[in-house]
């Protein structure tokens, strides 16, 4: 596999230093990996910290700046951040308001991230968690206990991060977090296997002709293996099983999120049969996002979220924001 890289153990401090030089809006510690607003702590305001393996750009760090994170802690590559990371990013963000951890449900972030809630609260600082856990695909994999954190955790960063720019309380701003995962559901699809800097090649085995439907981030197994099928029919395949199980009653915002192999003119065109399956199946879709935000290295493939809201959580998604991979309102 050819890759824009130096050496493979450079590869996550490399991108840090690239990340600080392309945004100077953010401080960026590549030492100890941490990425934090420039401007935190913001008096008042509650602060949102999140993070985990590199590899899923821009998740997370590409989610820092106002209306979202207030750090993020960029672990290796798919490998979990480590607890003195997230103490020294909500030490460096708390203004005394309190700190939300933001958490995908993968085995390594849960427990690194309730170590590190511990010890920031033996130094004073008030914290609380939200837990993601919106992919439908399967229950228990590879890397977790019970469902997946993938793509909901956009929409758990930037309503929840808007919140606490509004001004909310701690305890407002972990309630929008929980209320938004429980809201959302996600369903990916790989079309190739995923290379990482380490291994140099394909992690896995995936056959020419073949796809993987309910693939993890990490390029966890899904839920089978067929020959591959038109854009028209994943789109029935994945939407359908999404539906099946958040079954909204109201409308949607629906992110159609490439795995970062994909391009965005595949993307554009897939995000058309996933609108003809919502308008098929009653939904209303109120906003639609389209991009790659929560991938997976190379992997080829898509996924689709969809997060249920009423008209307070869609003025919170319409709120500014400024990051460097979100951006609008301001």
Known sequence: MKMLINVA??????????????????????????????????????????????????????????????????????????????????????????????????????????????????????????????????????????????????????????????GMPLERVESIGRQVNAASRSFGVALTAVSTPAKGSPTFDLPEGELELGIGIHGEPGRERRAMMTSREIADFAVGAVLDDLKPRGPVIALVNGMGGTPLLELYGFNAEVQRVLEERGVSVARTLVGNYVTSLDMAGCSVTLCEVDEDLLALWDAPVATPALRWGR
């Open 9 to 166: 153990e450079t590869v996550v401090a490399d991108a840090l230093r690239g990340m600080a030089a392309a945004h100077p809006a953010l401080s960026v510690d590549v030492e100890n990996r941490v990425v934090v607003r420039r401007d935190a702590p913001v008096a008042g305001k509650v602060a949102l910290v999140s993070g985990g393996g590199s590899g899923h750009e821009p998740l997370h760090g590409g989610f820092v700046g106002p209306g979202m994170l207030s750090a993020a802690c960029p672990g290796e590559v798919f490998t979990s951040p480590v607890p003195d990371q997230m103490v020294r990013a909500a030490a460096a963000v708390d203004s005394g308001s309190g700190v939300l951890f933001i958490v995908k449900n993968y085995t390594g972030d849960v427990l690194n991230f309730d170590m590190a809630a511990e010890l920031a609260e033996d130094e004073g600082i008030q914290v609380a968690k939200v837990l993601v856990n919106d992919d439908v695909a399967v229950t228990d994999s590879l890397f977790t206990a019970g469902r997946r954190g993938t793509g909901a955790t956009l929409f758990v960063e930037k309503l929840a991060g808007a919140a606490a720019d509004a």
